[in-house]
């Protein structure tokens, strides 16, 4: 129990979140692993909670994710995104499971197990209009932890605008505002409400898009950044890179490679007619890795 206690607190309040809903600050999608984060200005199975304008830019598909933590630690995601007559709607259904945990009475003597989670369900609307793309998501969140449950009504929303002569993308966004309906403890805590300023450039003459975030913490006053790259290989292939600004928090006595790269992602994916599959990684240097699979159908 101690270590996967320890661990939470590794992965989920390293960035941004001060809160006991750690799970809205897990990472659902393959493609988030890969590139070392959310991408708010390229639509993927994560827009919903991160931007949701990028919903506005998905065609009818279903996606699928299962993400694996280390500690037994694991998430797993569905979303449905379909195209309106003048907008989109998407609906996200995400769990993370924190796993099993031992019991113990007041003699210390094992009694038992119990088992903690989350369960995210959110509905998302967007819509474009020319160059500018709208988007607001809401959605329940519910945590339990023995037989002590919270739970919280949340929020997200952002623009997205297409600066076509330069093939380049802007976004802003607010993710993870709302309010609490139970809460585990008295303290009343925010939830981790995050301002997030993203750019996605296609670069001319090359198979690649270079993405950029830059994430404000309005709870604690925390900065991140992450910067990735999506490149279009031969063969229906497609290669995604990322690192962001945890590294820094992480320095070691390890060597240069493990400093630099100790918070990074790679993934790679594979197109067939109207089926995707990818798989991904991220590297917490010495807090292990994440390995996640995804699977997309165009409907």
Do not use: C
Not at 129 to 152: C, Q, R, W
Not at 169 to 198: A, C, D, H, W
Not at 257 to 263: L, R, T, Y
């Amino acid at each position: 129990m101690i270590n996967k206690i320890s661990f939470l607190f590794i992965i989920f309040s390293f960035g941004y979140s001060q809160t006991t809903l750690y799970g809205l600050d897990g990472w659902y999608n393959t493609n988030t692993i890969a590139i070392a984060g959310e991408a708010g200005a390229v639509p993927n199975s994560d827009s919903d909670i991160i931007n949701p304008a990028g919903i506005a830019f998905m065609s009818k598909q279903i996606q699928l994710n299962i993400i694996k933590y280390p500690a037994g630690i694991n998430a797993q995601s569905i979303l449905f995104v379909k195209p309106l007559n003048n907008s989109s709607i998407g609906i996200g259904l995400r769990h993370l499971s924190y796993g099993s945990f031992t019991s113990t009475n007041e003699a210390g003597v094992e009694d038992g197990t119990y088992s903690a989670g989350d369960t995210w369900l959110s509905a998302a609307w967007a819509r474009n209009n020319k160059d500018i793309s709208l988007g607001a998501t809401s959605g329940m969140f519910f945590s339990h932890l023995e037989s002590y449950n919270a739970a919280a009504i949340v929020f997200s929303t952002g623009v997205l605008y297409n600066y076509s002569k330069l093939n380049t993308q802007f976004g802003i966004s607010i993710s993870n505002f709302g309010v609490f309906i139970t809460r585990y403890i008295e303290k009343k805590e925010n939830l981790p409400t995050k301002v997030i300023l993203s750019a996605n450039k296609e670069i001319a003459h090359l198979p690649l898009d270079i993405n950029i975030d830059f994430g404000y913490a309005l709870n604690n006053k925390i900065t991140n950044w992450r910067i990735g790259g999506i490149f279009e290989l031969p063969y229906n292939l497609r290669l995604s890179l990322g690192i962001n600004s945890n590294n820094l928090t992480q320095r070691t006595e390890n060597n240069l490679f493990d400093e630099i790269f100790g918070s990074s992602g790679v993934g790679i994916s594979y197109t067939y007619k109207k089926y995707l599959i990818e798989i991904g990684g991220y590297s917490y240097g010495t807090g292990g890795w994440i390995y996640g699979t995804g699977f997309n159908v165009k409907l």
